[in-house]
């Protein structure tokens, strides 16, 4: 049984080594950089559109909390720091910036702390890198977790079973497996909700003035809104939107000229989230 145990502890630690350096994800990021690299040096080109689709289509497929396992850092640390503010970059990138103006494109890269960002993650992301074949074998992150958090569960349930080993080793190992499968499930809980890319042509109303927009990218708790002839919303305003015929409030969380950041008052629920990323869902 003791044999049992510390195959299965030690089989969690070299489980928990892979997750930490997930190929596909650091593949990811790798090309996300590329192409921002692109952008930054000449955005004013034919392959500006598809560059900016590229971006928003592959950044919606992680989550922070995936980025720090891929790249073997924490919050705190310089390399999942830096990897952060490189995403959160590209979220203002996307959610801030006119796909449609290379000029505002190219002032974005202008701002010396993404510049400075963009250049770091370069050599980091070099140092990271995988070959195609270990892209190619690497599992999903979610596949990953789940399989690691069942490997650490069964590991606890043989510990607790023998008295002498929890009077032994309980403090040592029960407790730090325990606040590990703990600060998992908060990390799952606080991870930021995927946005889904989509084409969805919306009616909204503002203080009974209705106006056509088009939803770009959505989520349970807001979406980003390209806005009609109305022009630009006021931040902080509230505004309806019709959703599978019924008006849903909504506030602007943030506005520009061409786009608009909203807020559902209450999260959608997964069929209307449906509902509006159909248009583009490739699985329909």
């Known amino acids: 049984m003791i044999v049992r145990l510390i195959t299965l502890l030690i089989m969690a630690a070299l489980f928990a080594t892979s997750a930490a350096a997930n190929c596909r994800v650091i ?3 790798d090309k996300l950089q ?26 919606s497929t992680l989550s922070e909390s995936m980025v720090l396992d891929a790249v073997d850092g924490s919050a705190l640390s310089a390399q999942g720091a830096s990897f952060l503010r490189f995403i959160r970059h590209l979220d203002e990138l996307l959610n801030q910036v006119s796909v449609d103006d290379a000029q505002e494109i190219q002032r974005h890269f202008a701002n010396p702390n993404v510049r400075f960002n963009l250049d770091s993650i370069r050599q980091r992301v070099t140092d990271l890198r995988c070959t195609a074949a270990e892209i190619a074998a690497a ?9 690691l958090q069942d490997l650490l569960q069964d590991a606890i349930v043989h510990l607790v079973s023998n008295k002498y080993l929890v ?6 190992i029960v407790v730090p497996i325990c606040a590990y499968i703990f600060f998992l499930n908060r990390a799952k809980k606080g991870v930021r909700l995927v946005r889904h890319f989509t084409y969805y042509e919306a009616s909204y109303r503002i203080d009974e003035q209705l106006e056509n927009g088009t939803i770009l ?5 807001g979406a980003k809104l390209k806005h009609g002839s109305l022009g630009r919303l006021e931040a902080g305003g509230t505004l309806d939107i019709l959703v599978m015929e019924n008006w849903i409030p909504c506030r602007v969380s943030w506005s520009n000229h061409y786009y608009s950041g909203i807020t559902f008052n209450q999260p959608l629920d997964k069929q209307q989230v449906q509902y509006i990323r159909e248009p583009s869902s490739e699985a329909a």
């Open 167 to 172: 009077l032994l080793l309980g403090i040592g």
């Open 217 to 221: 990218n959505v989520n349970a708790k």
């Open 34 to 59: 590329v192409v921002q690299a692109r952008l930054a040096q000449n955005p004013d080109t034919s392959l500006r559109i598809s560059d900016m689709q590229f971006l928003r289509r592959h950044v």
């Open 27 to 29: 593949d990811t990021l």
């Open 139 to 147: 599992d999903f992150p979610e596949e990953q977790e789940d399989q």
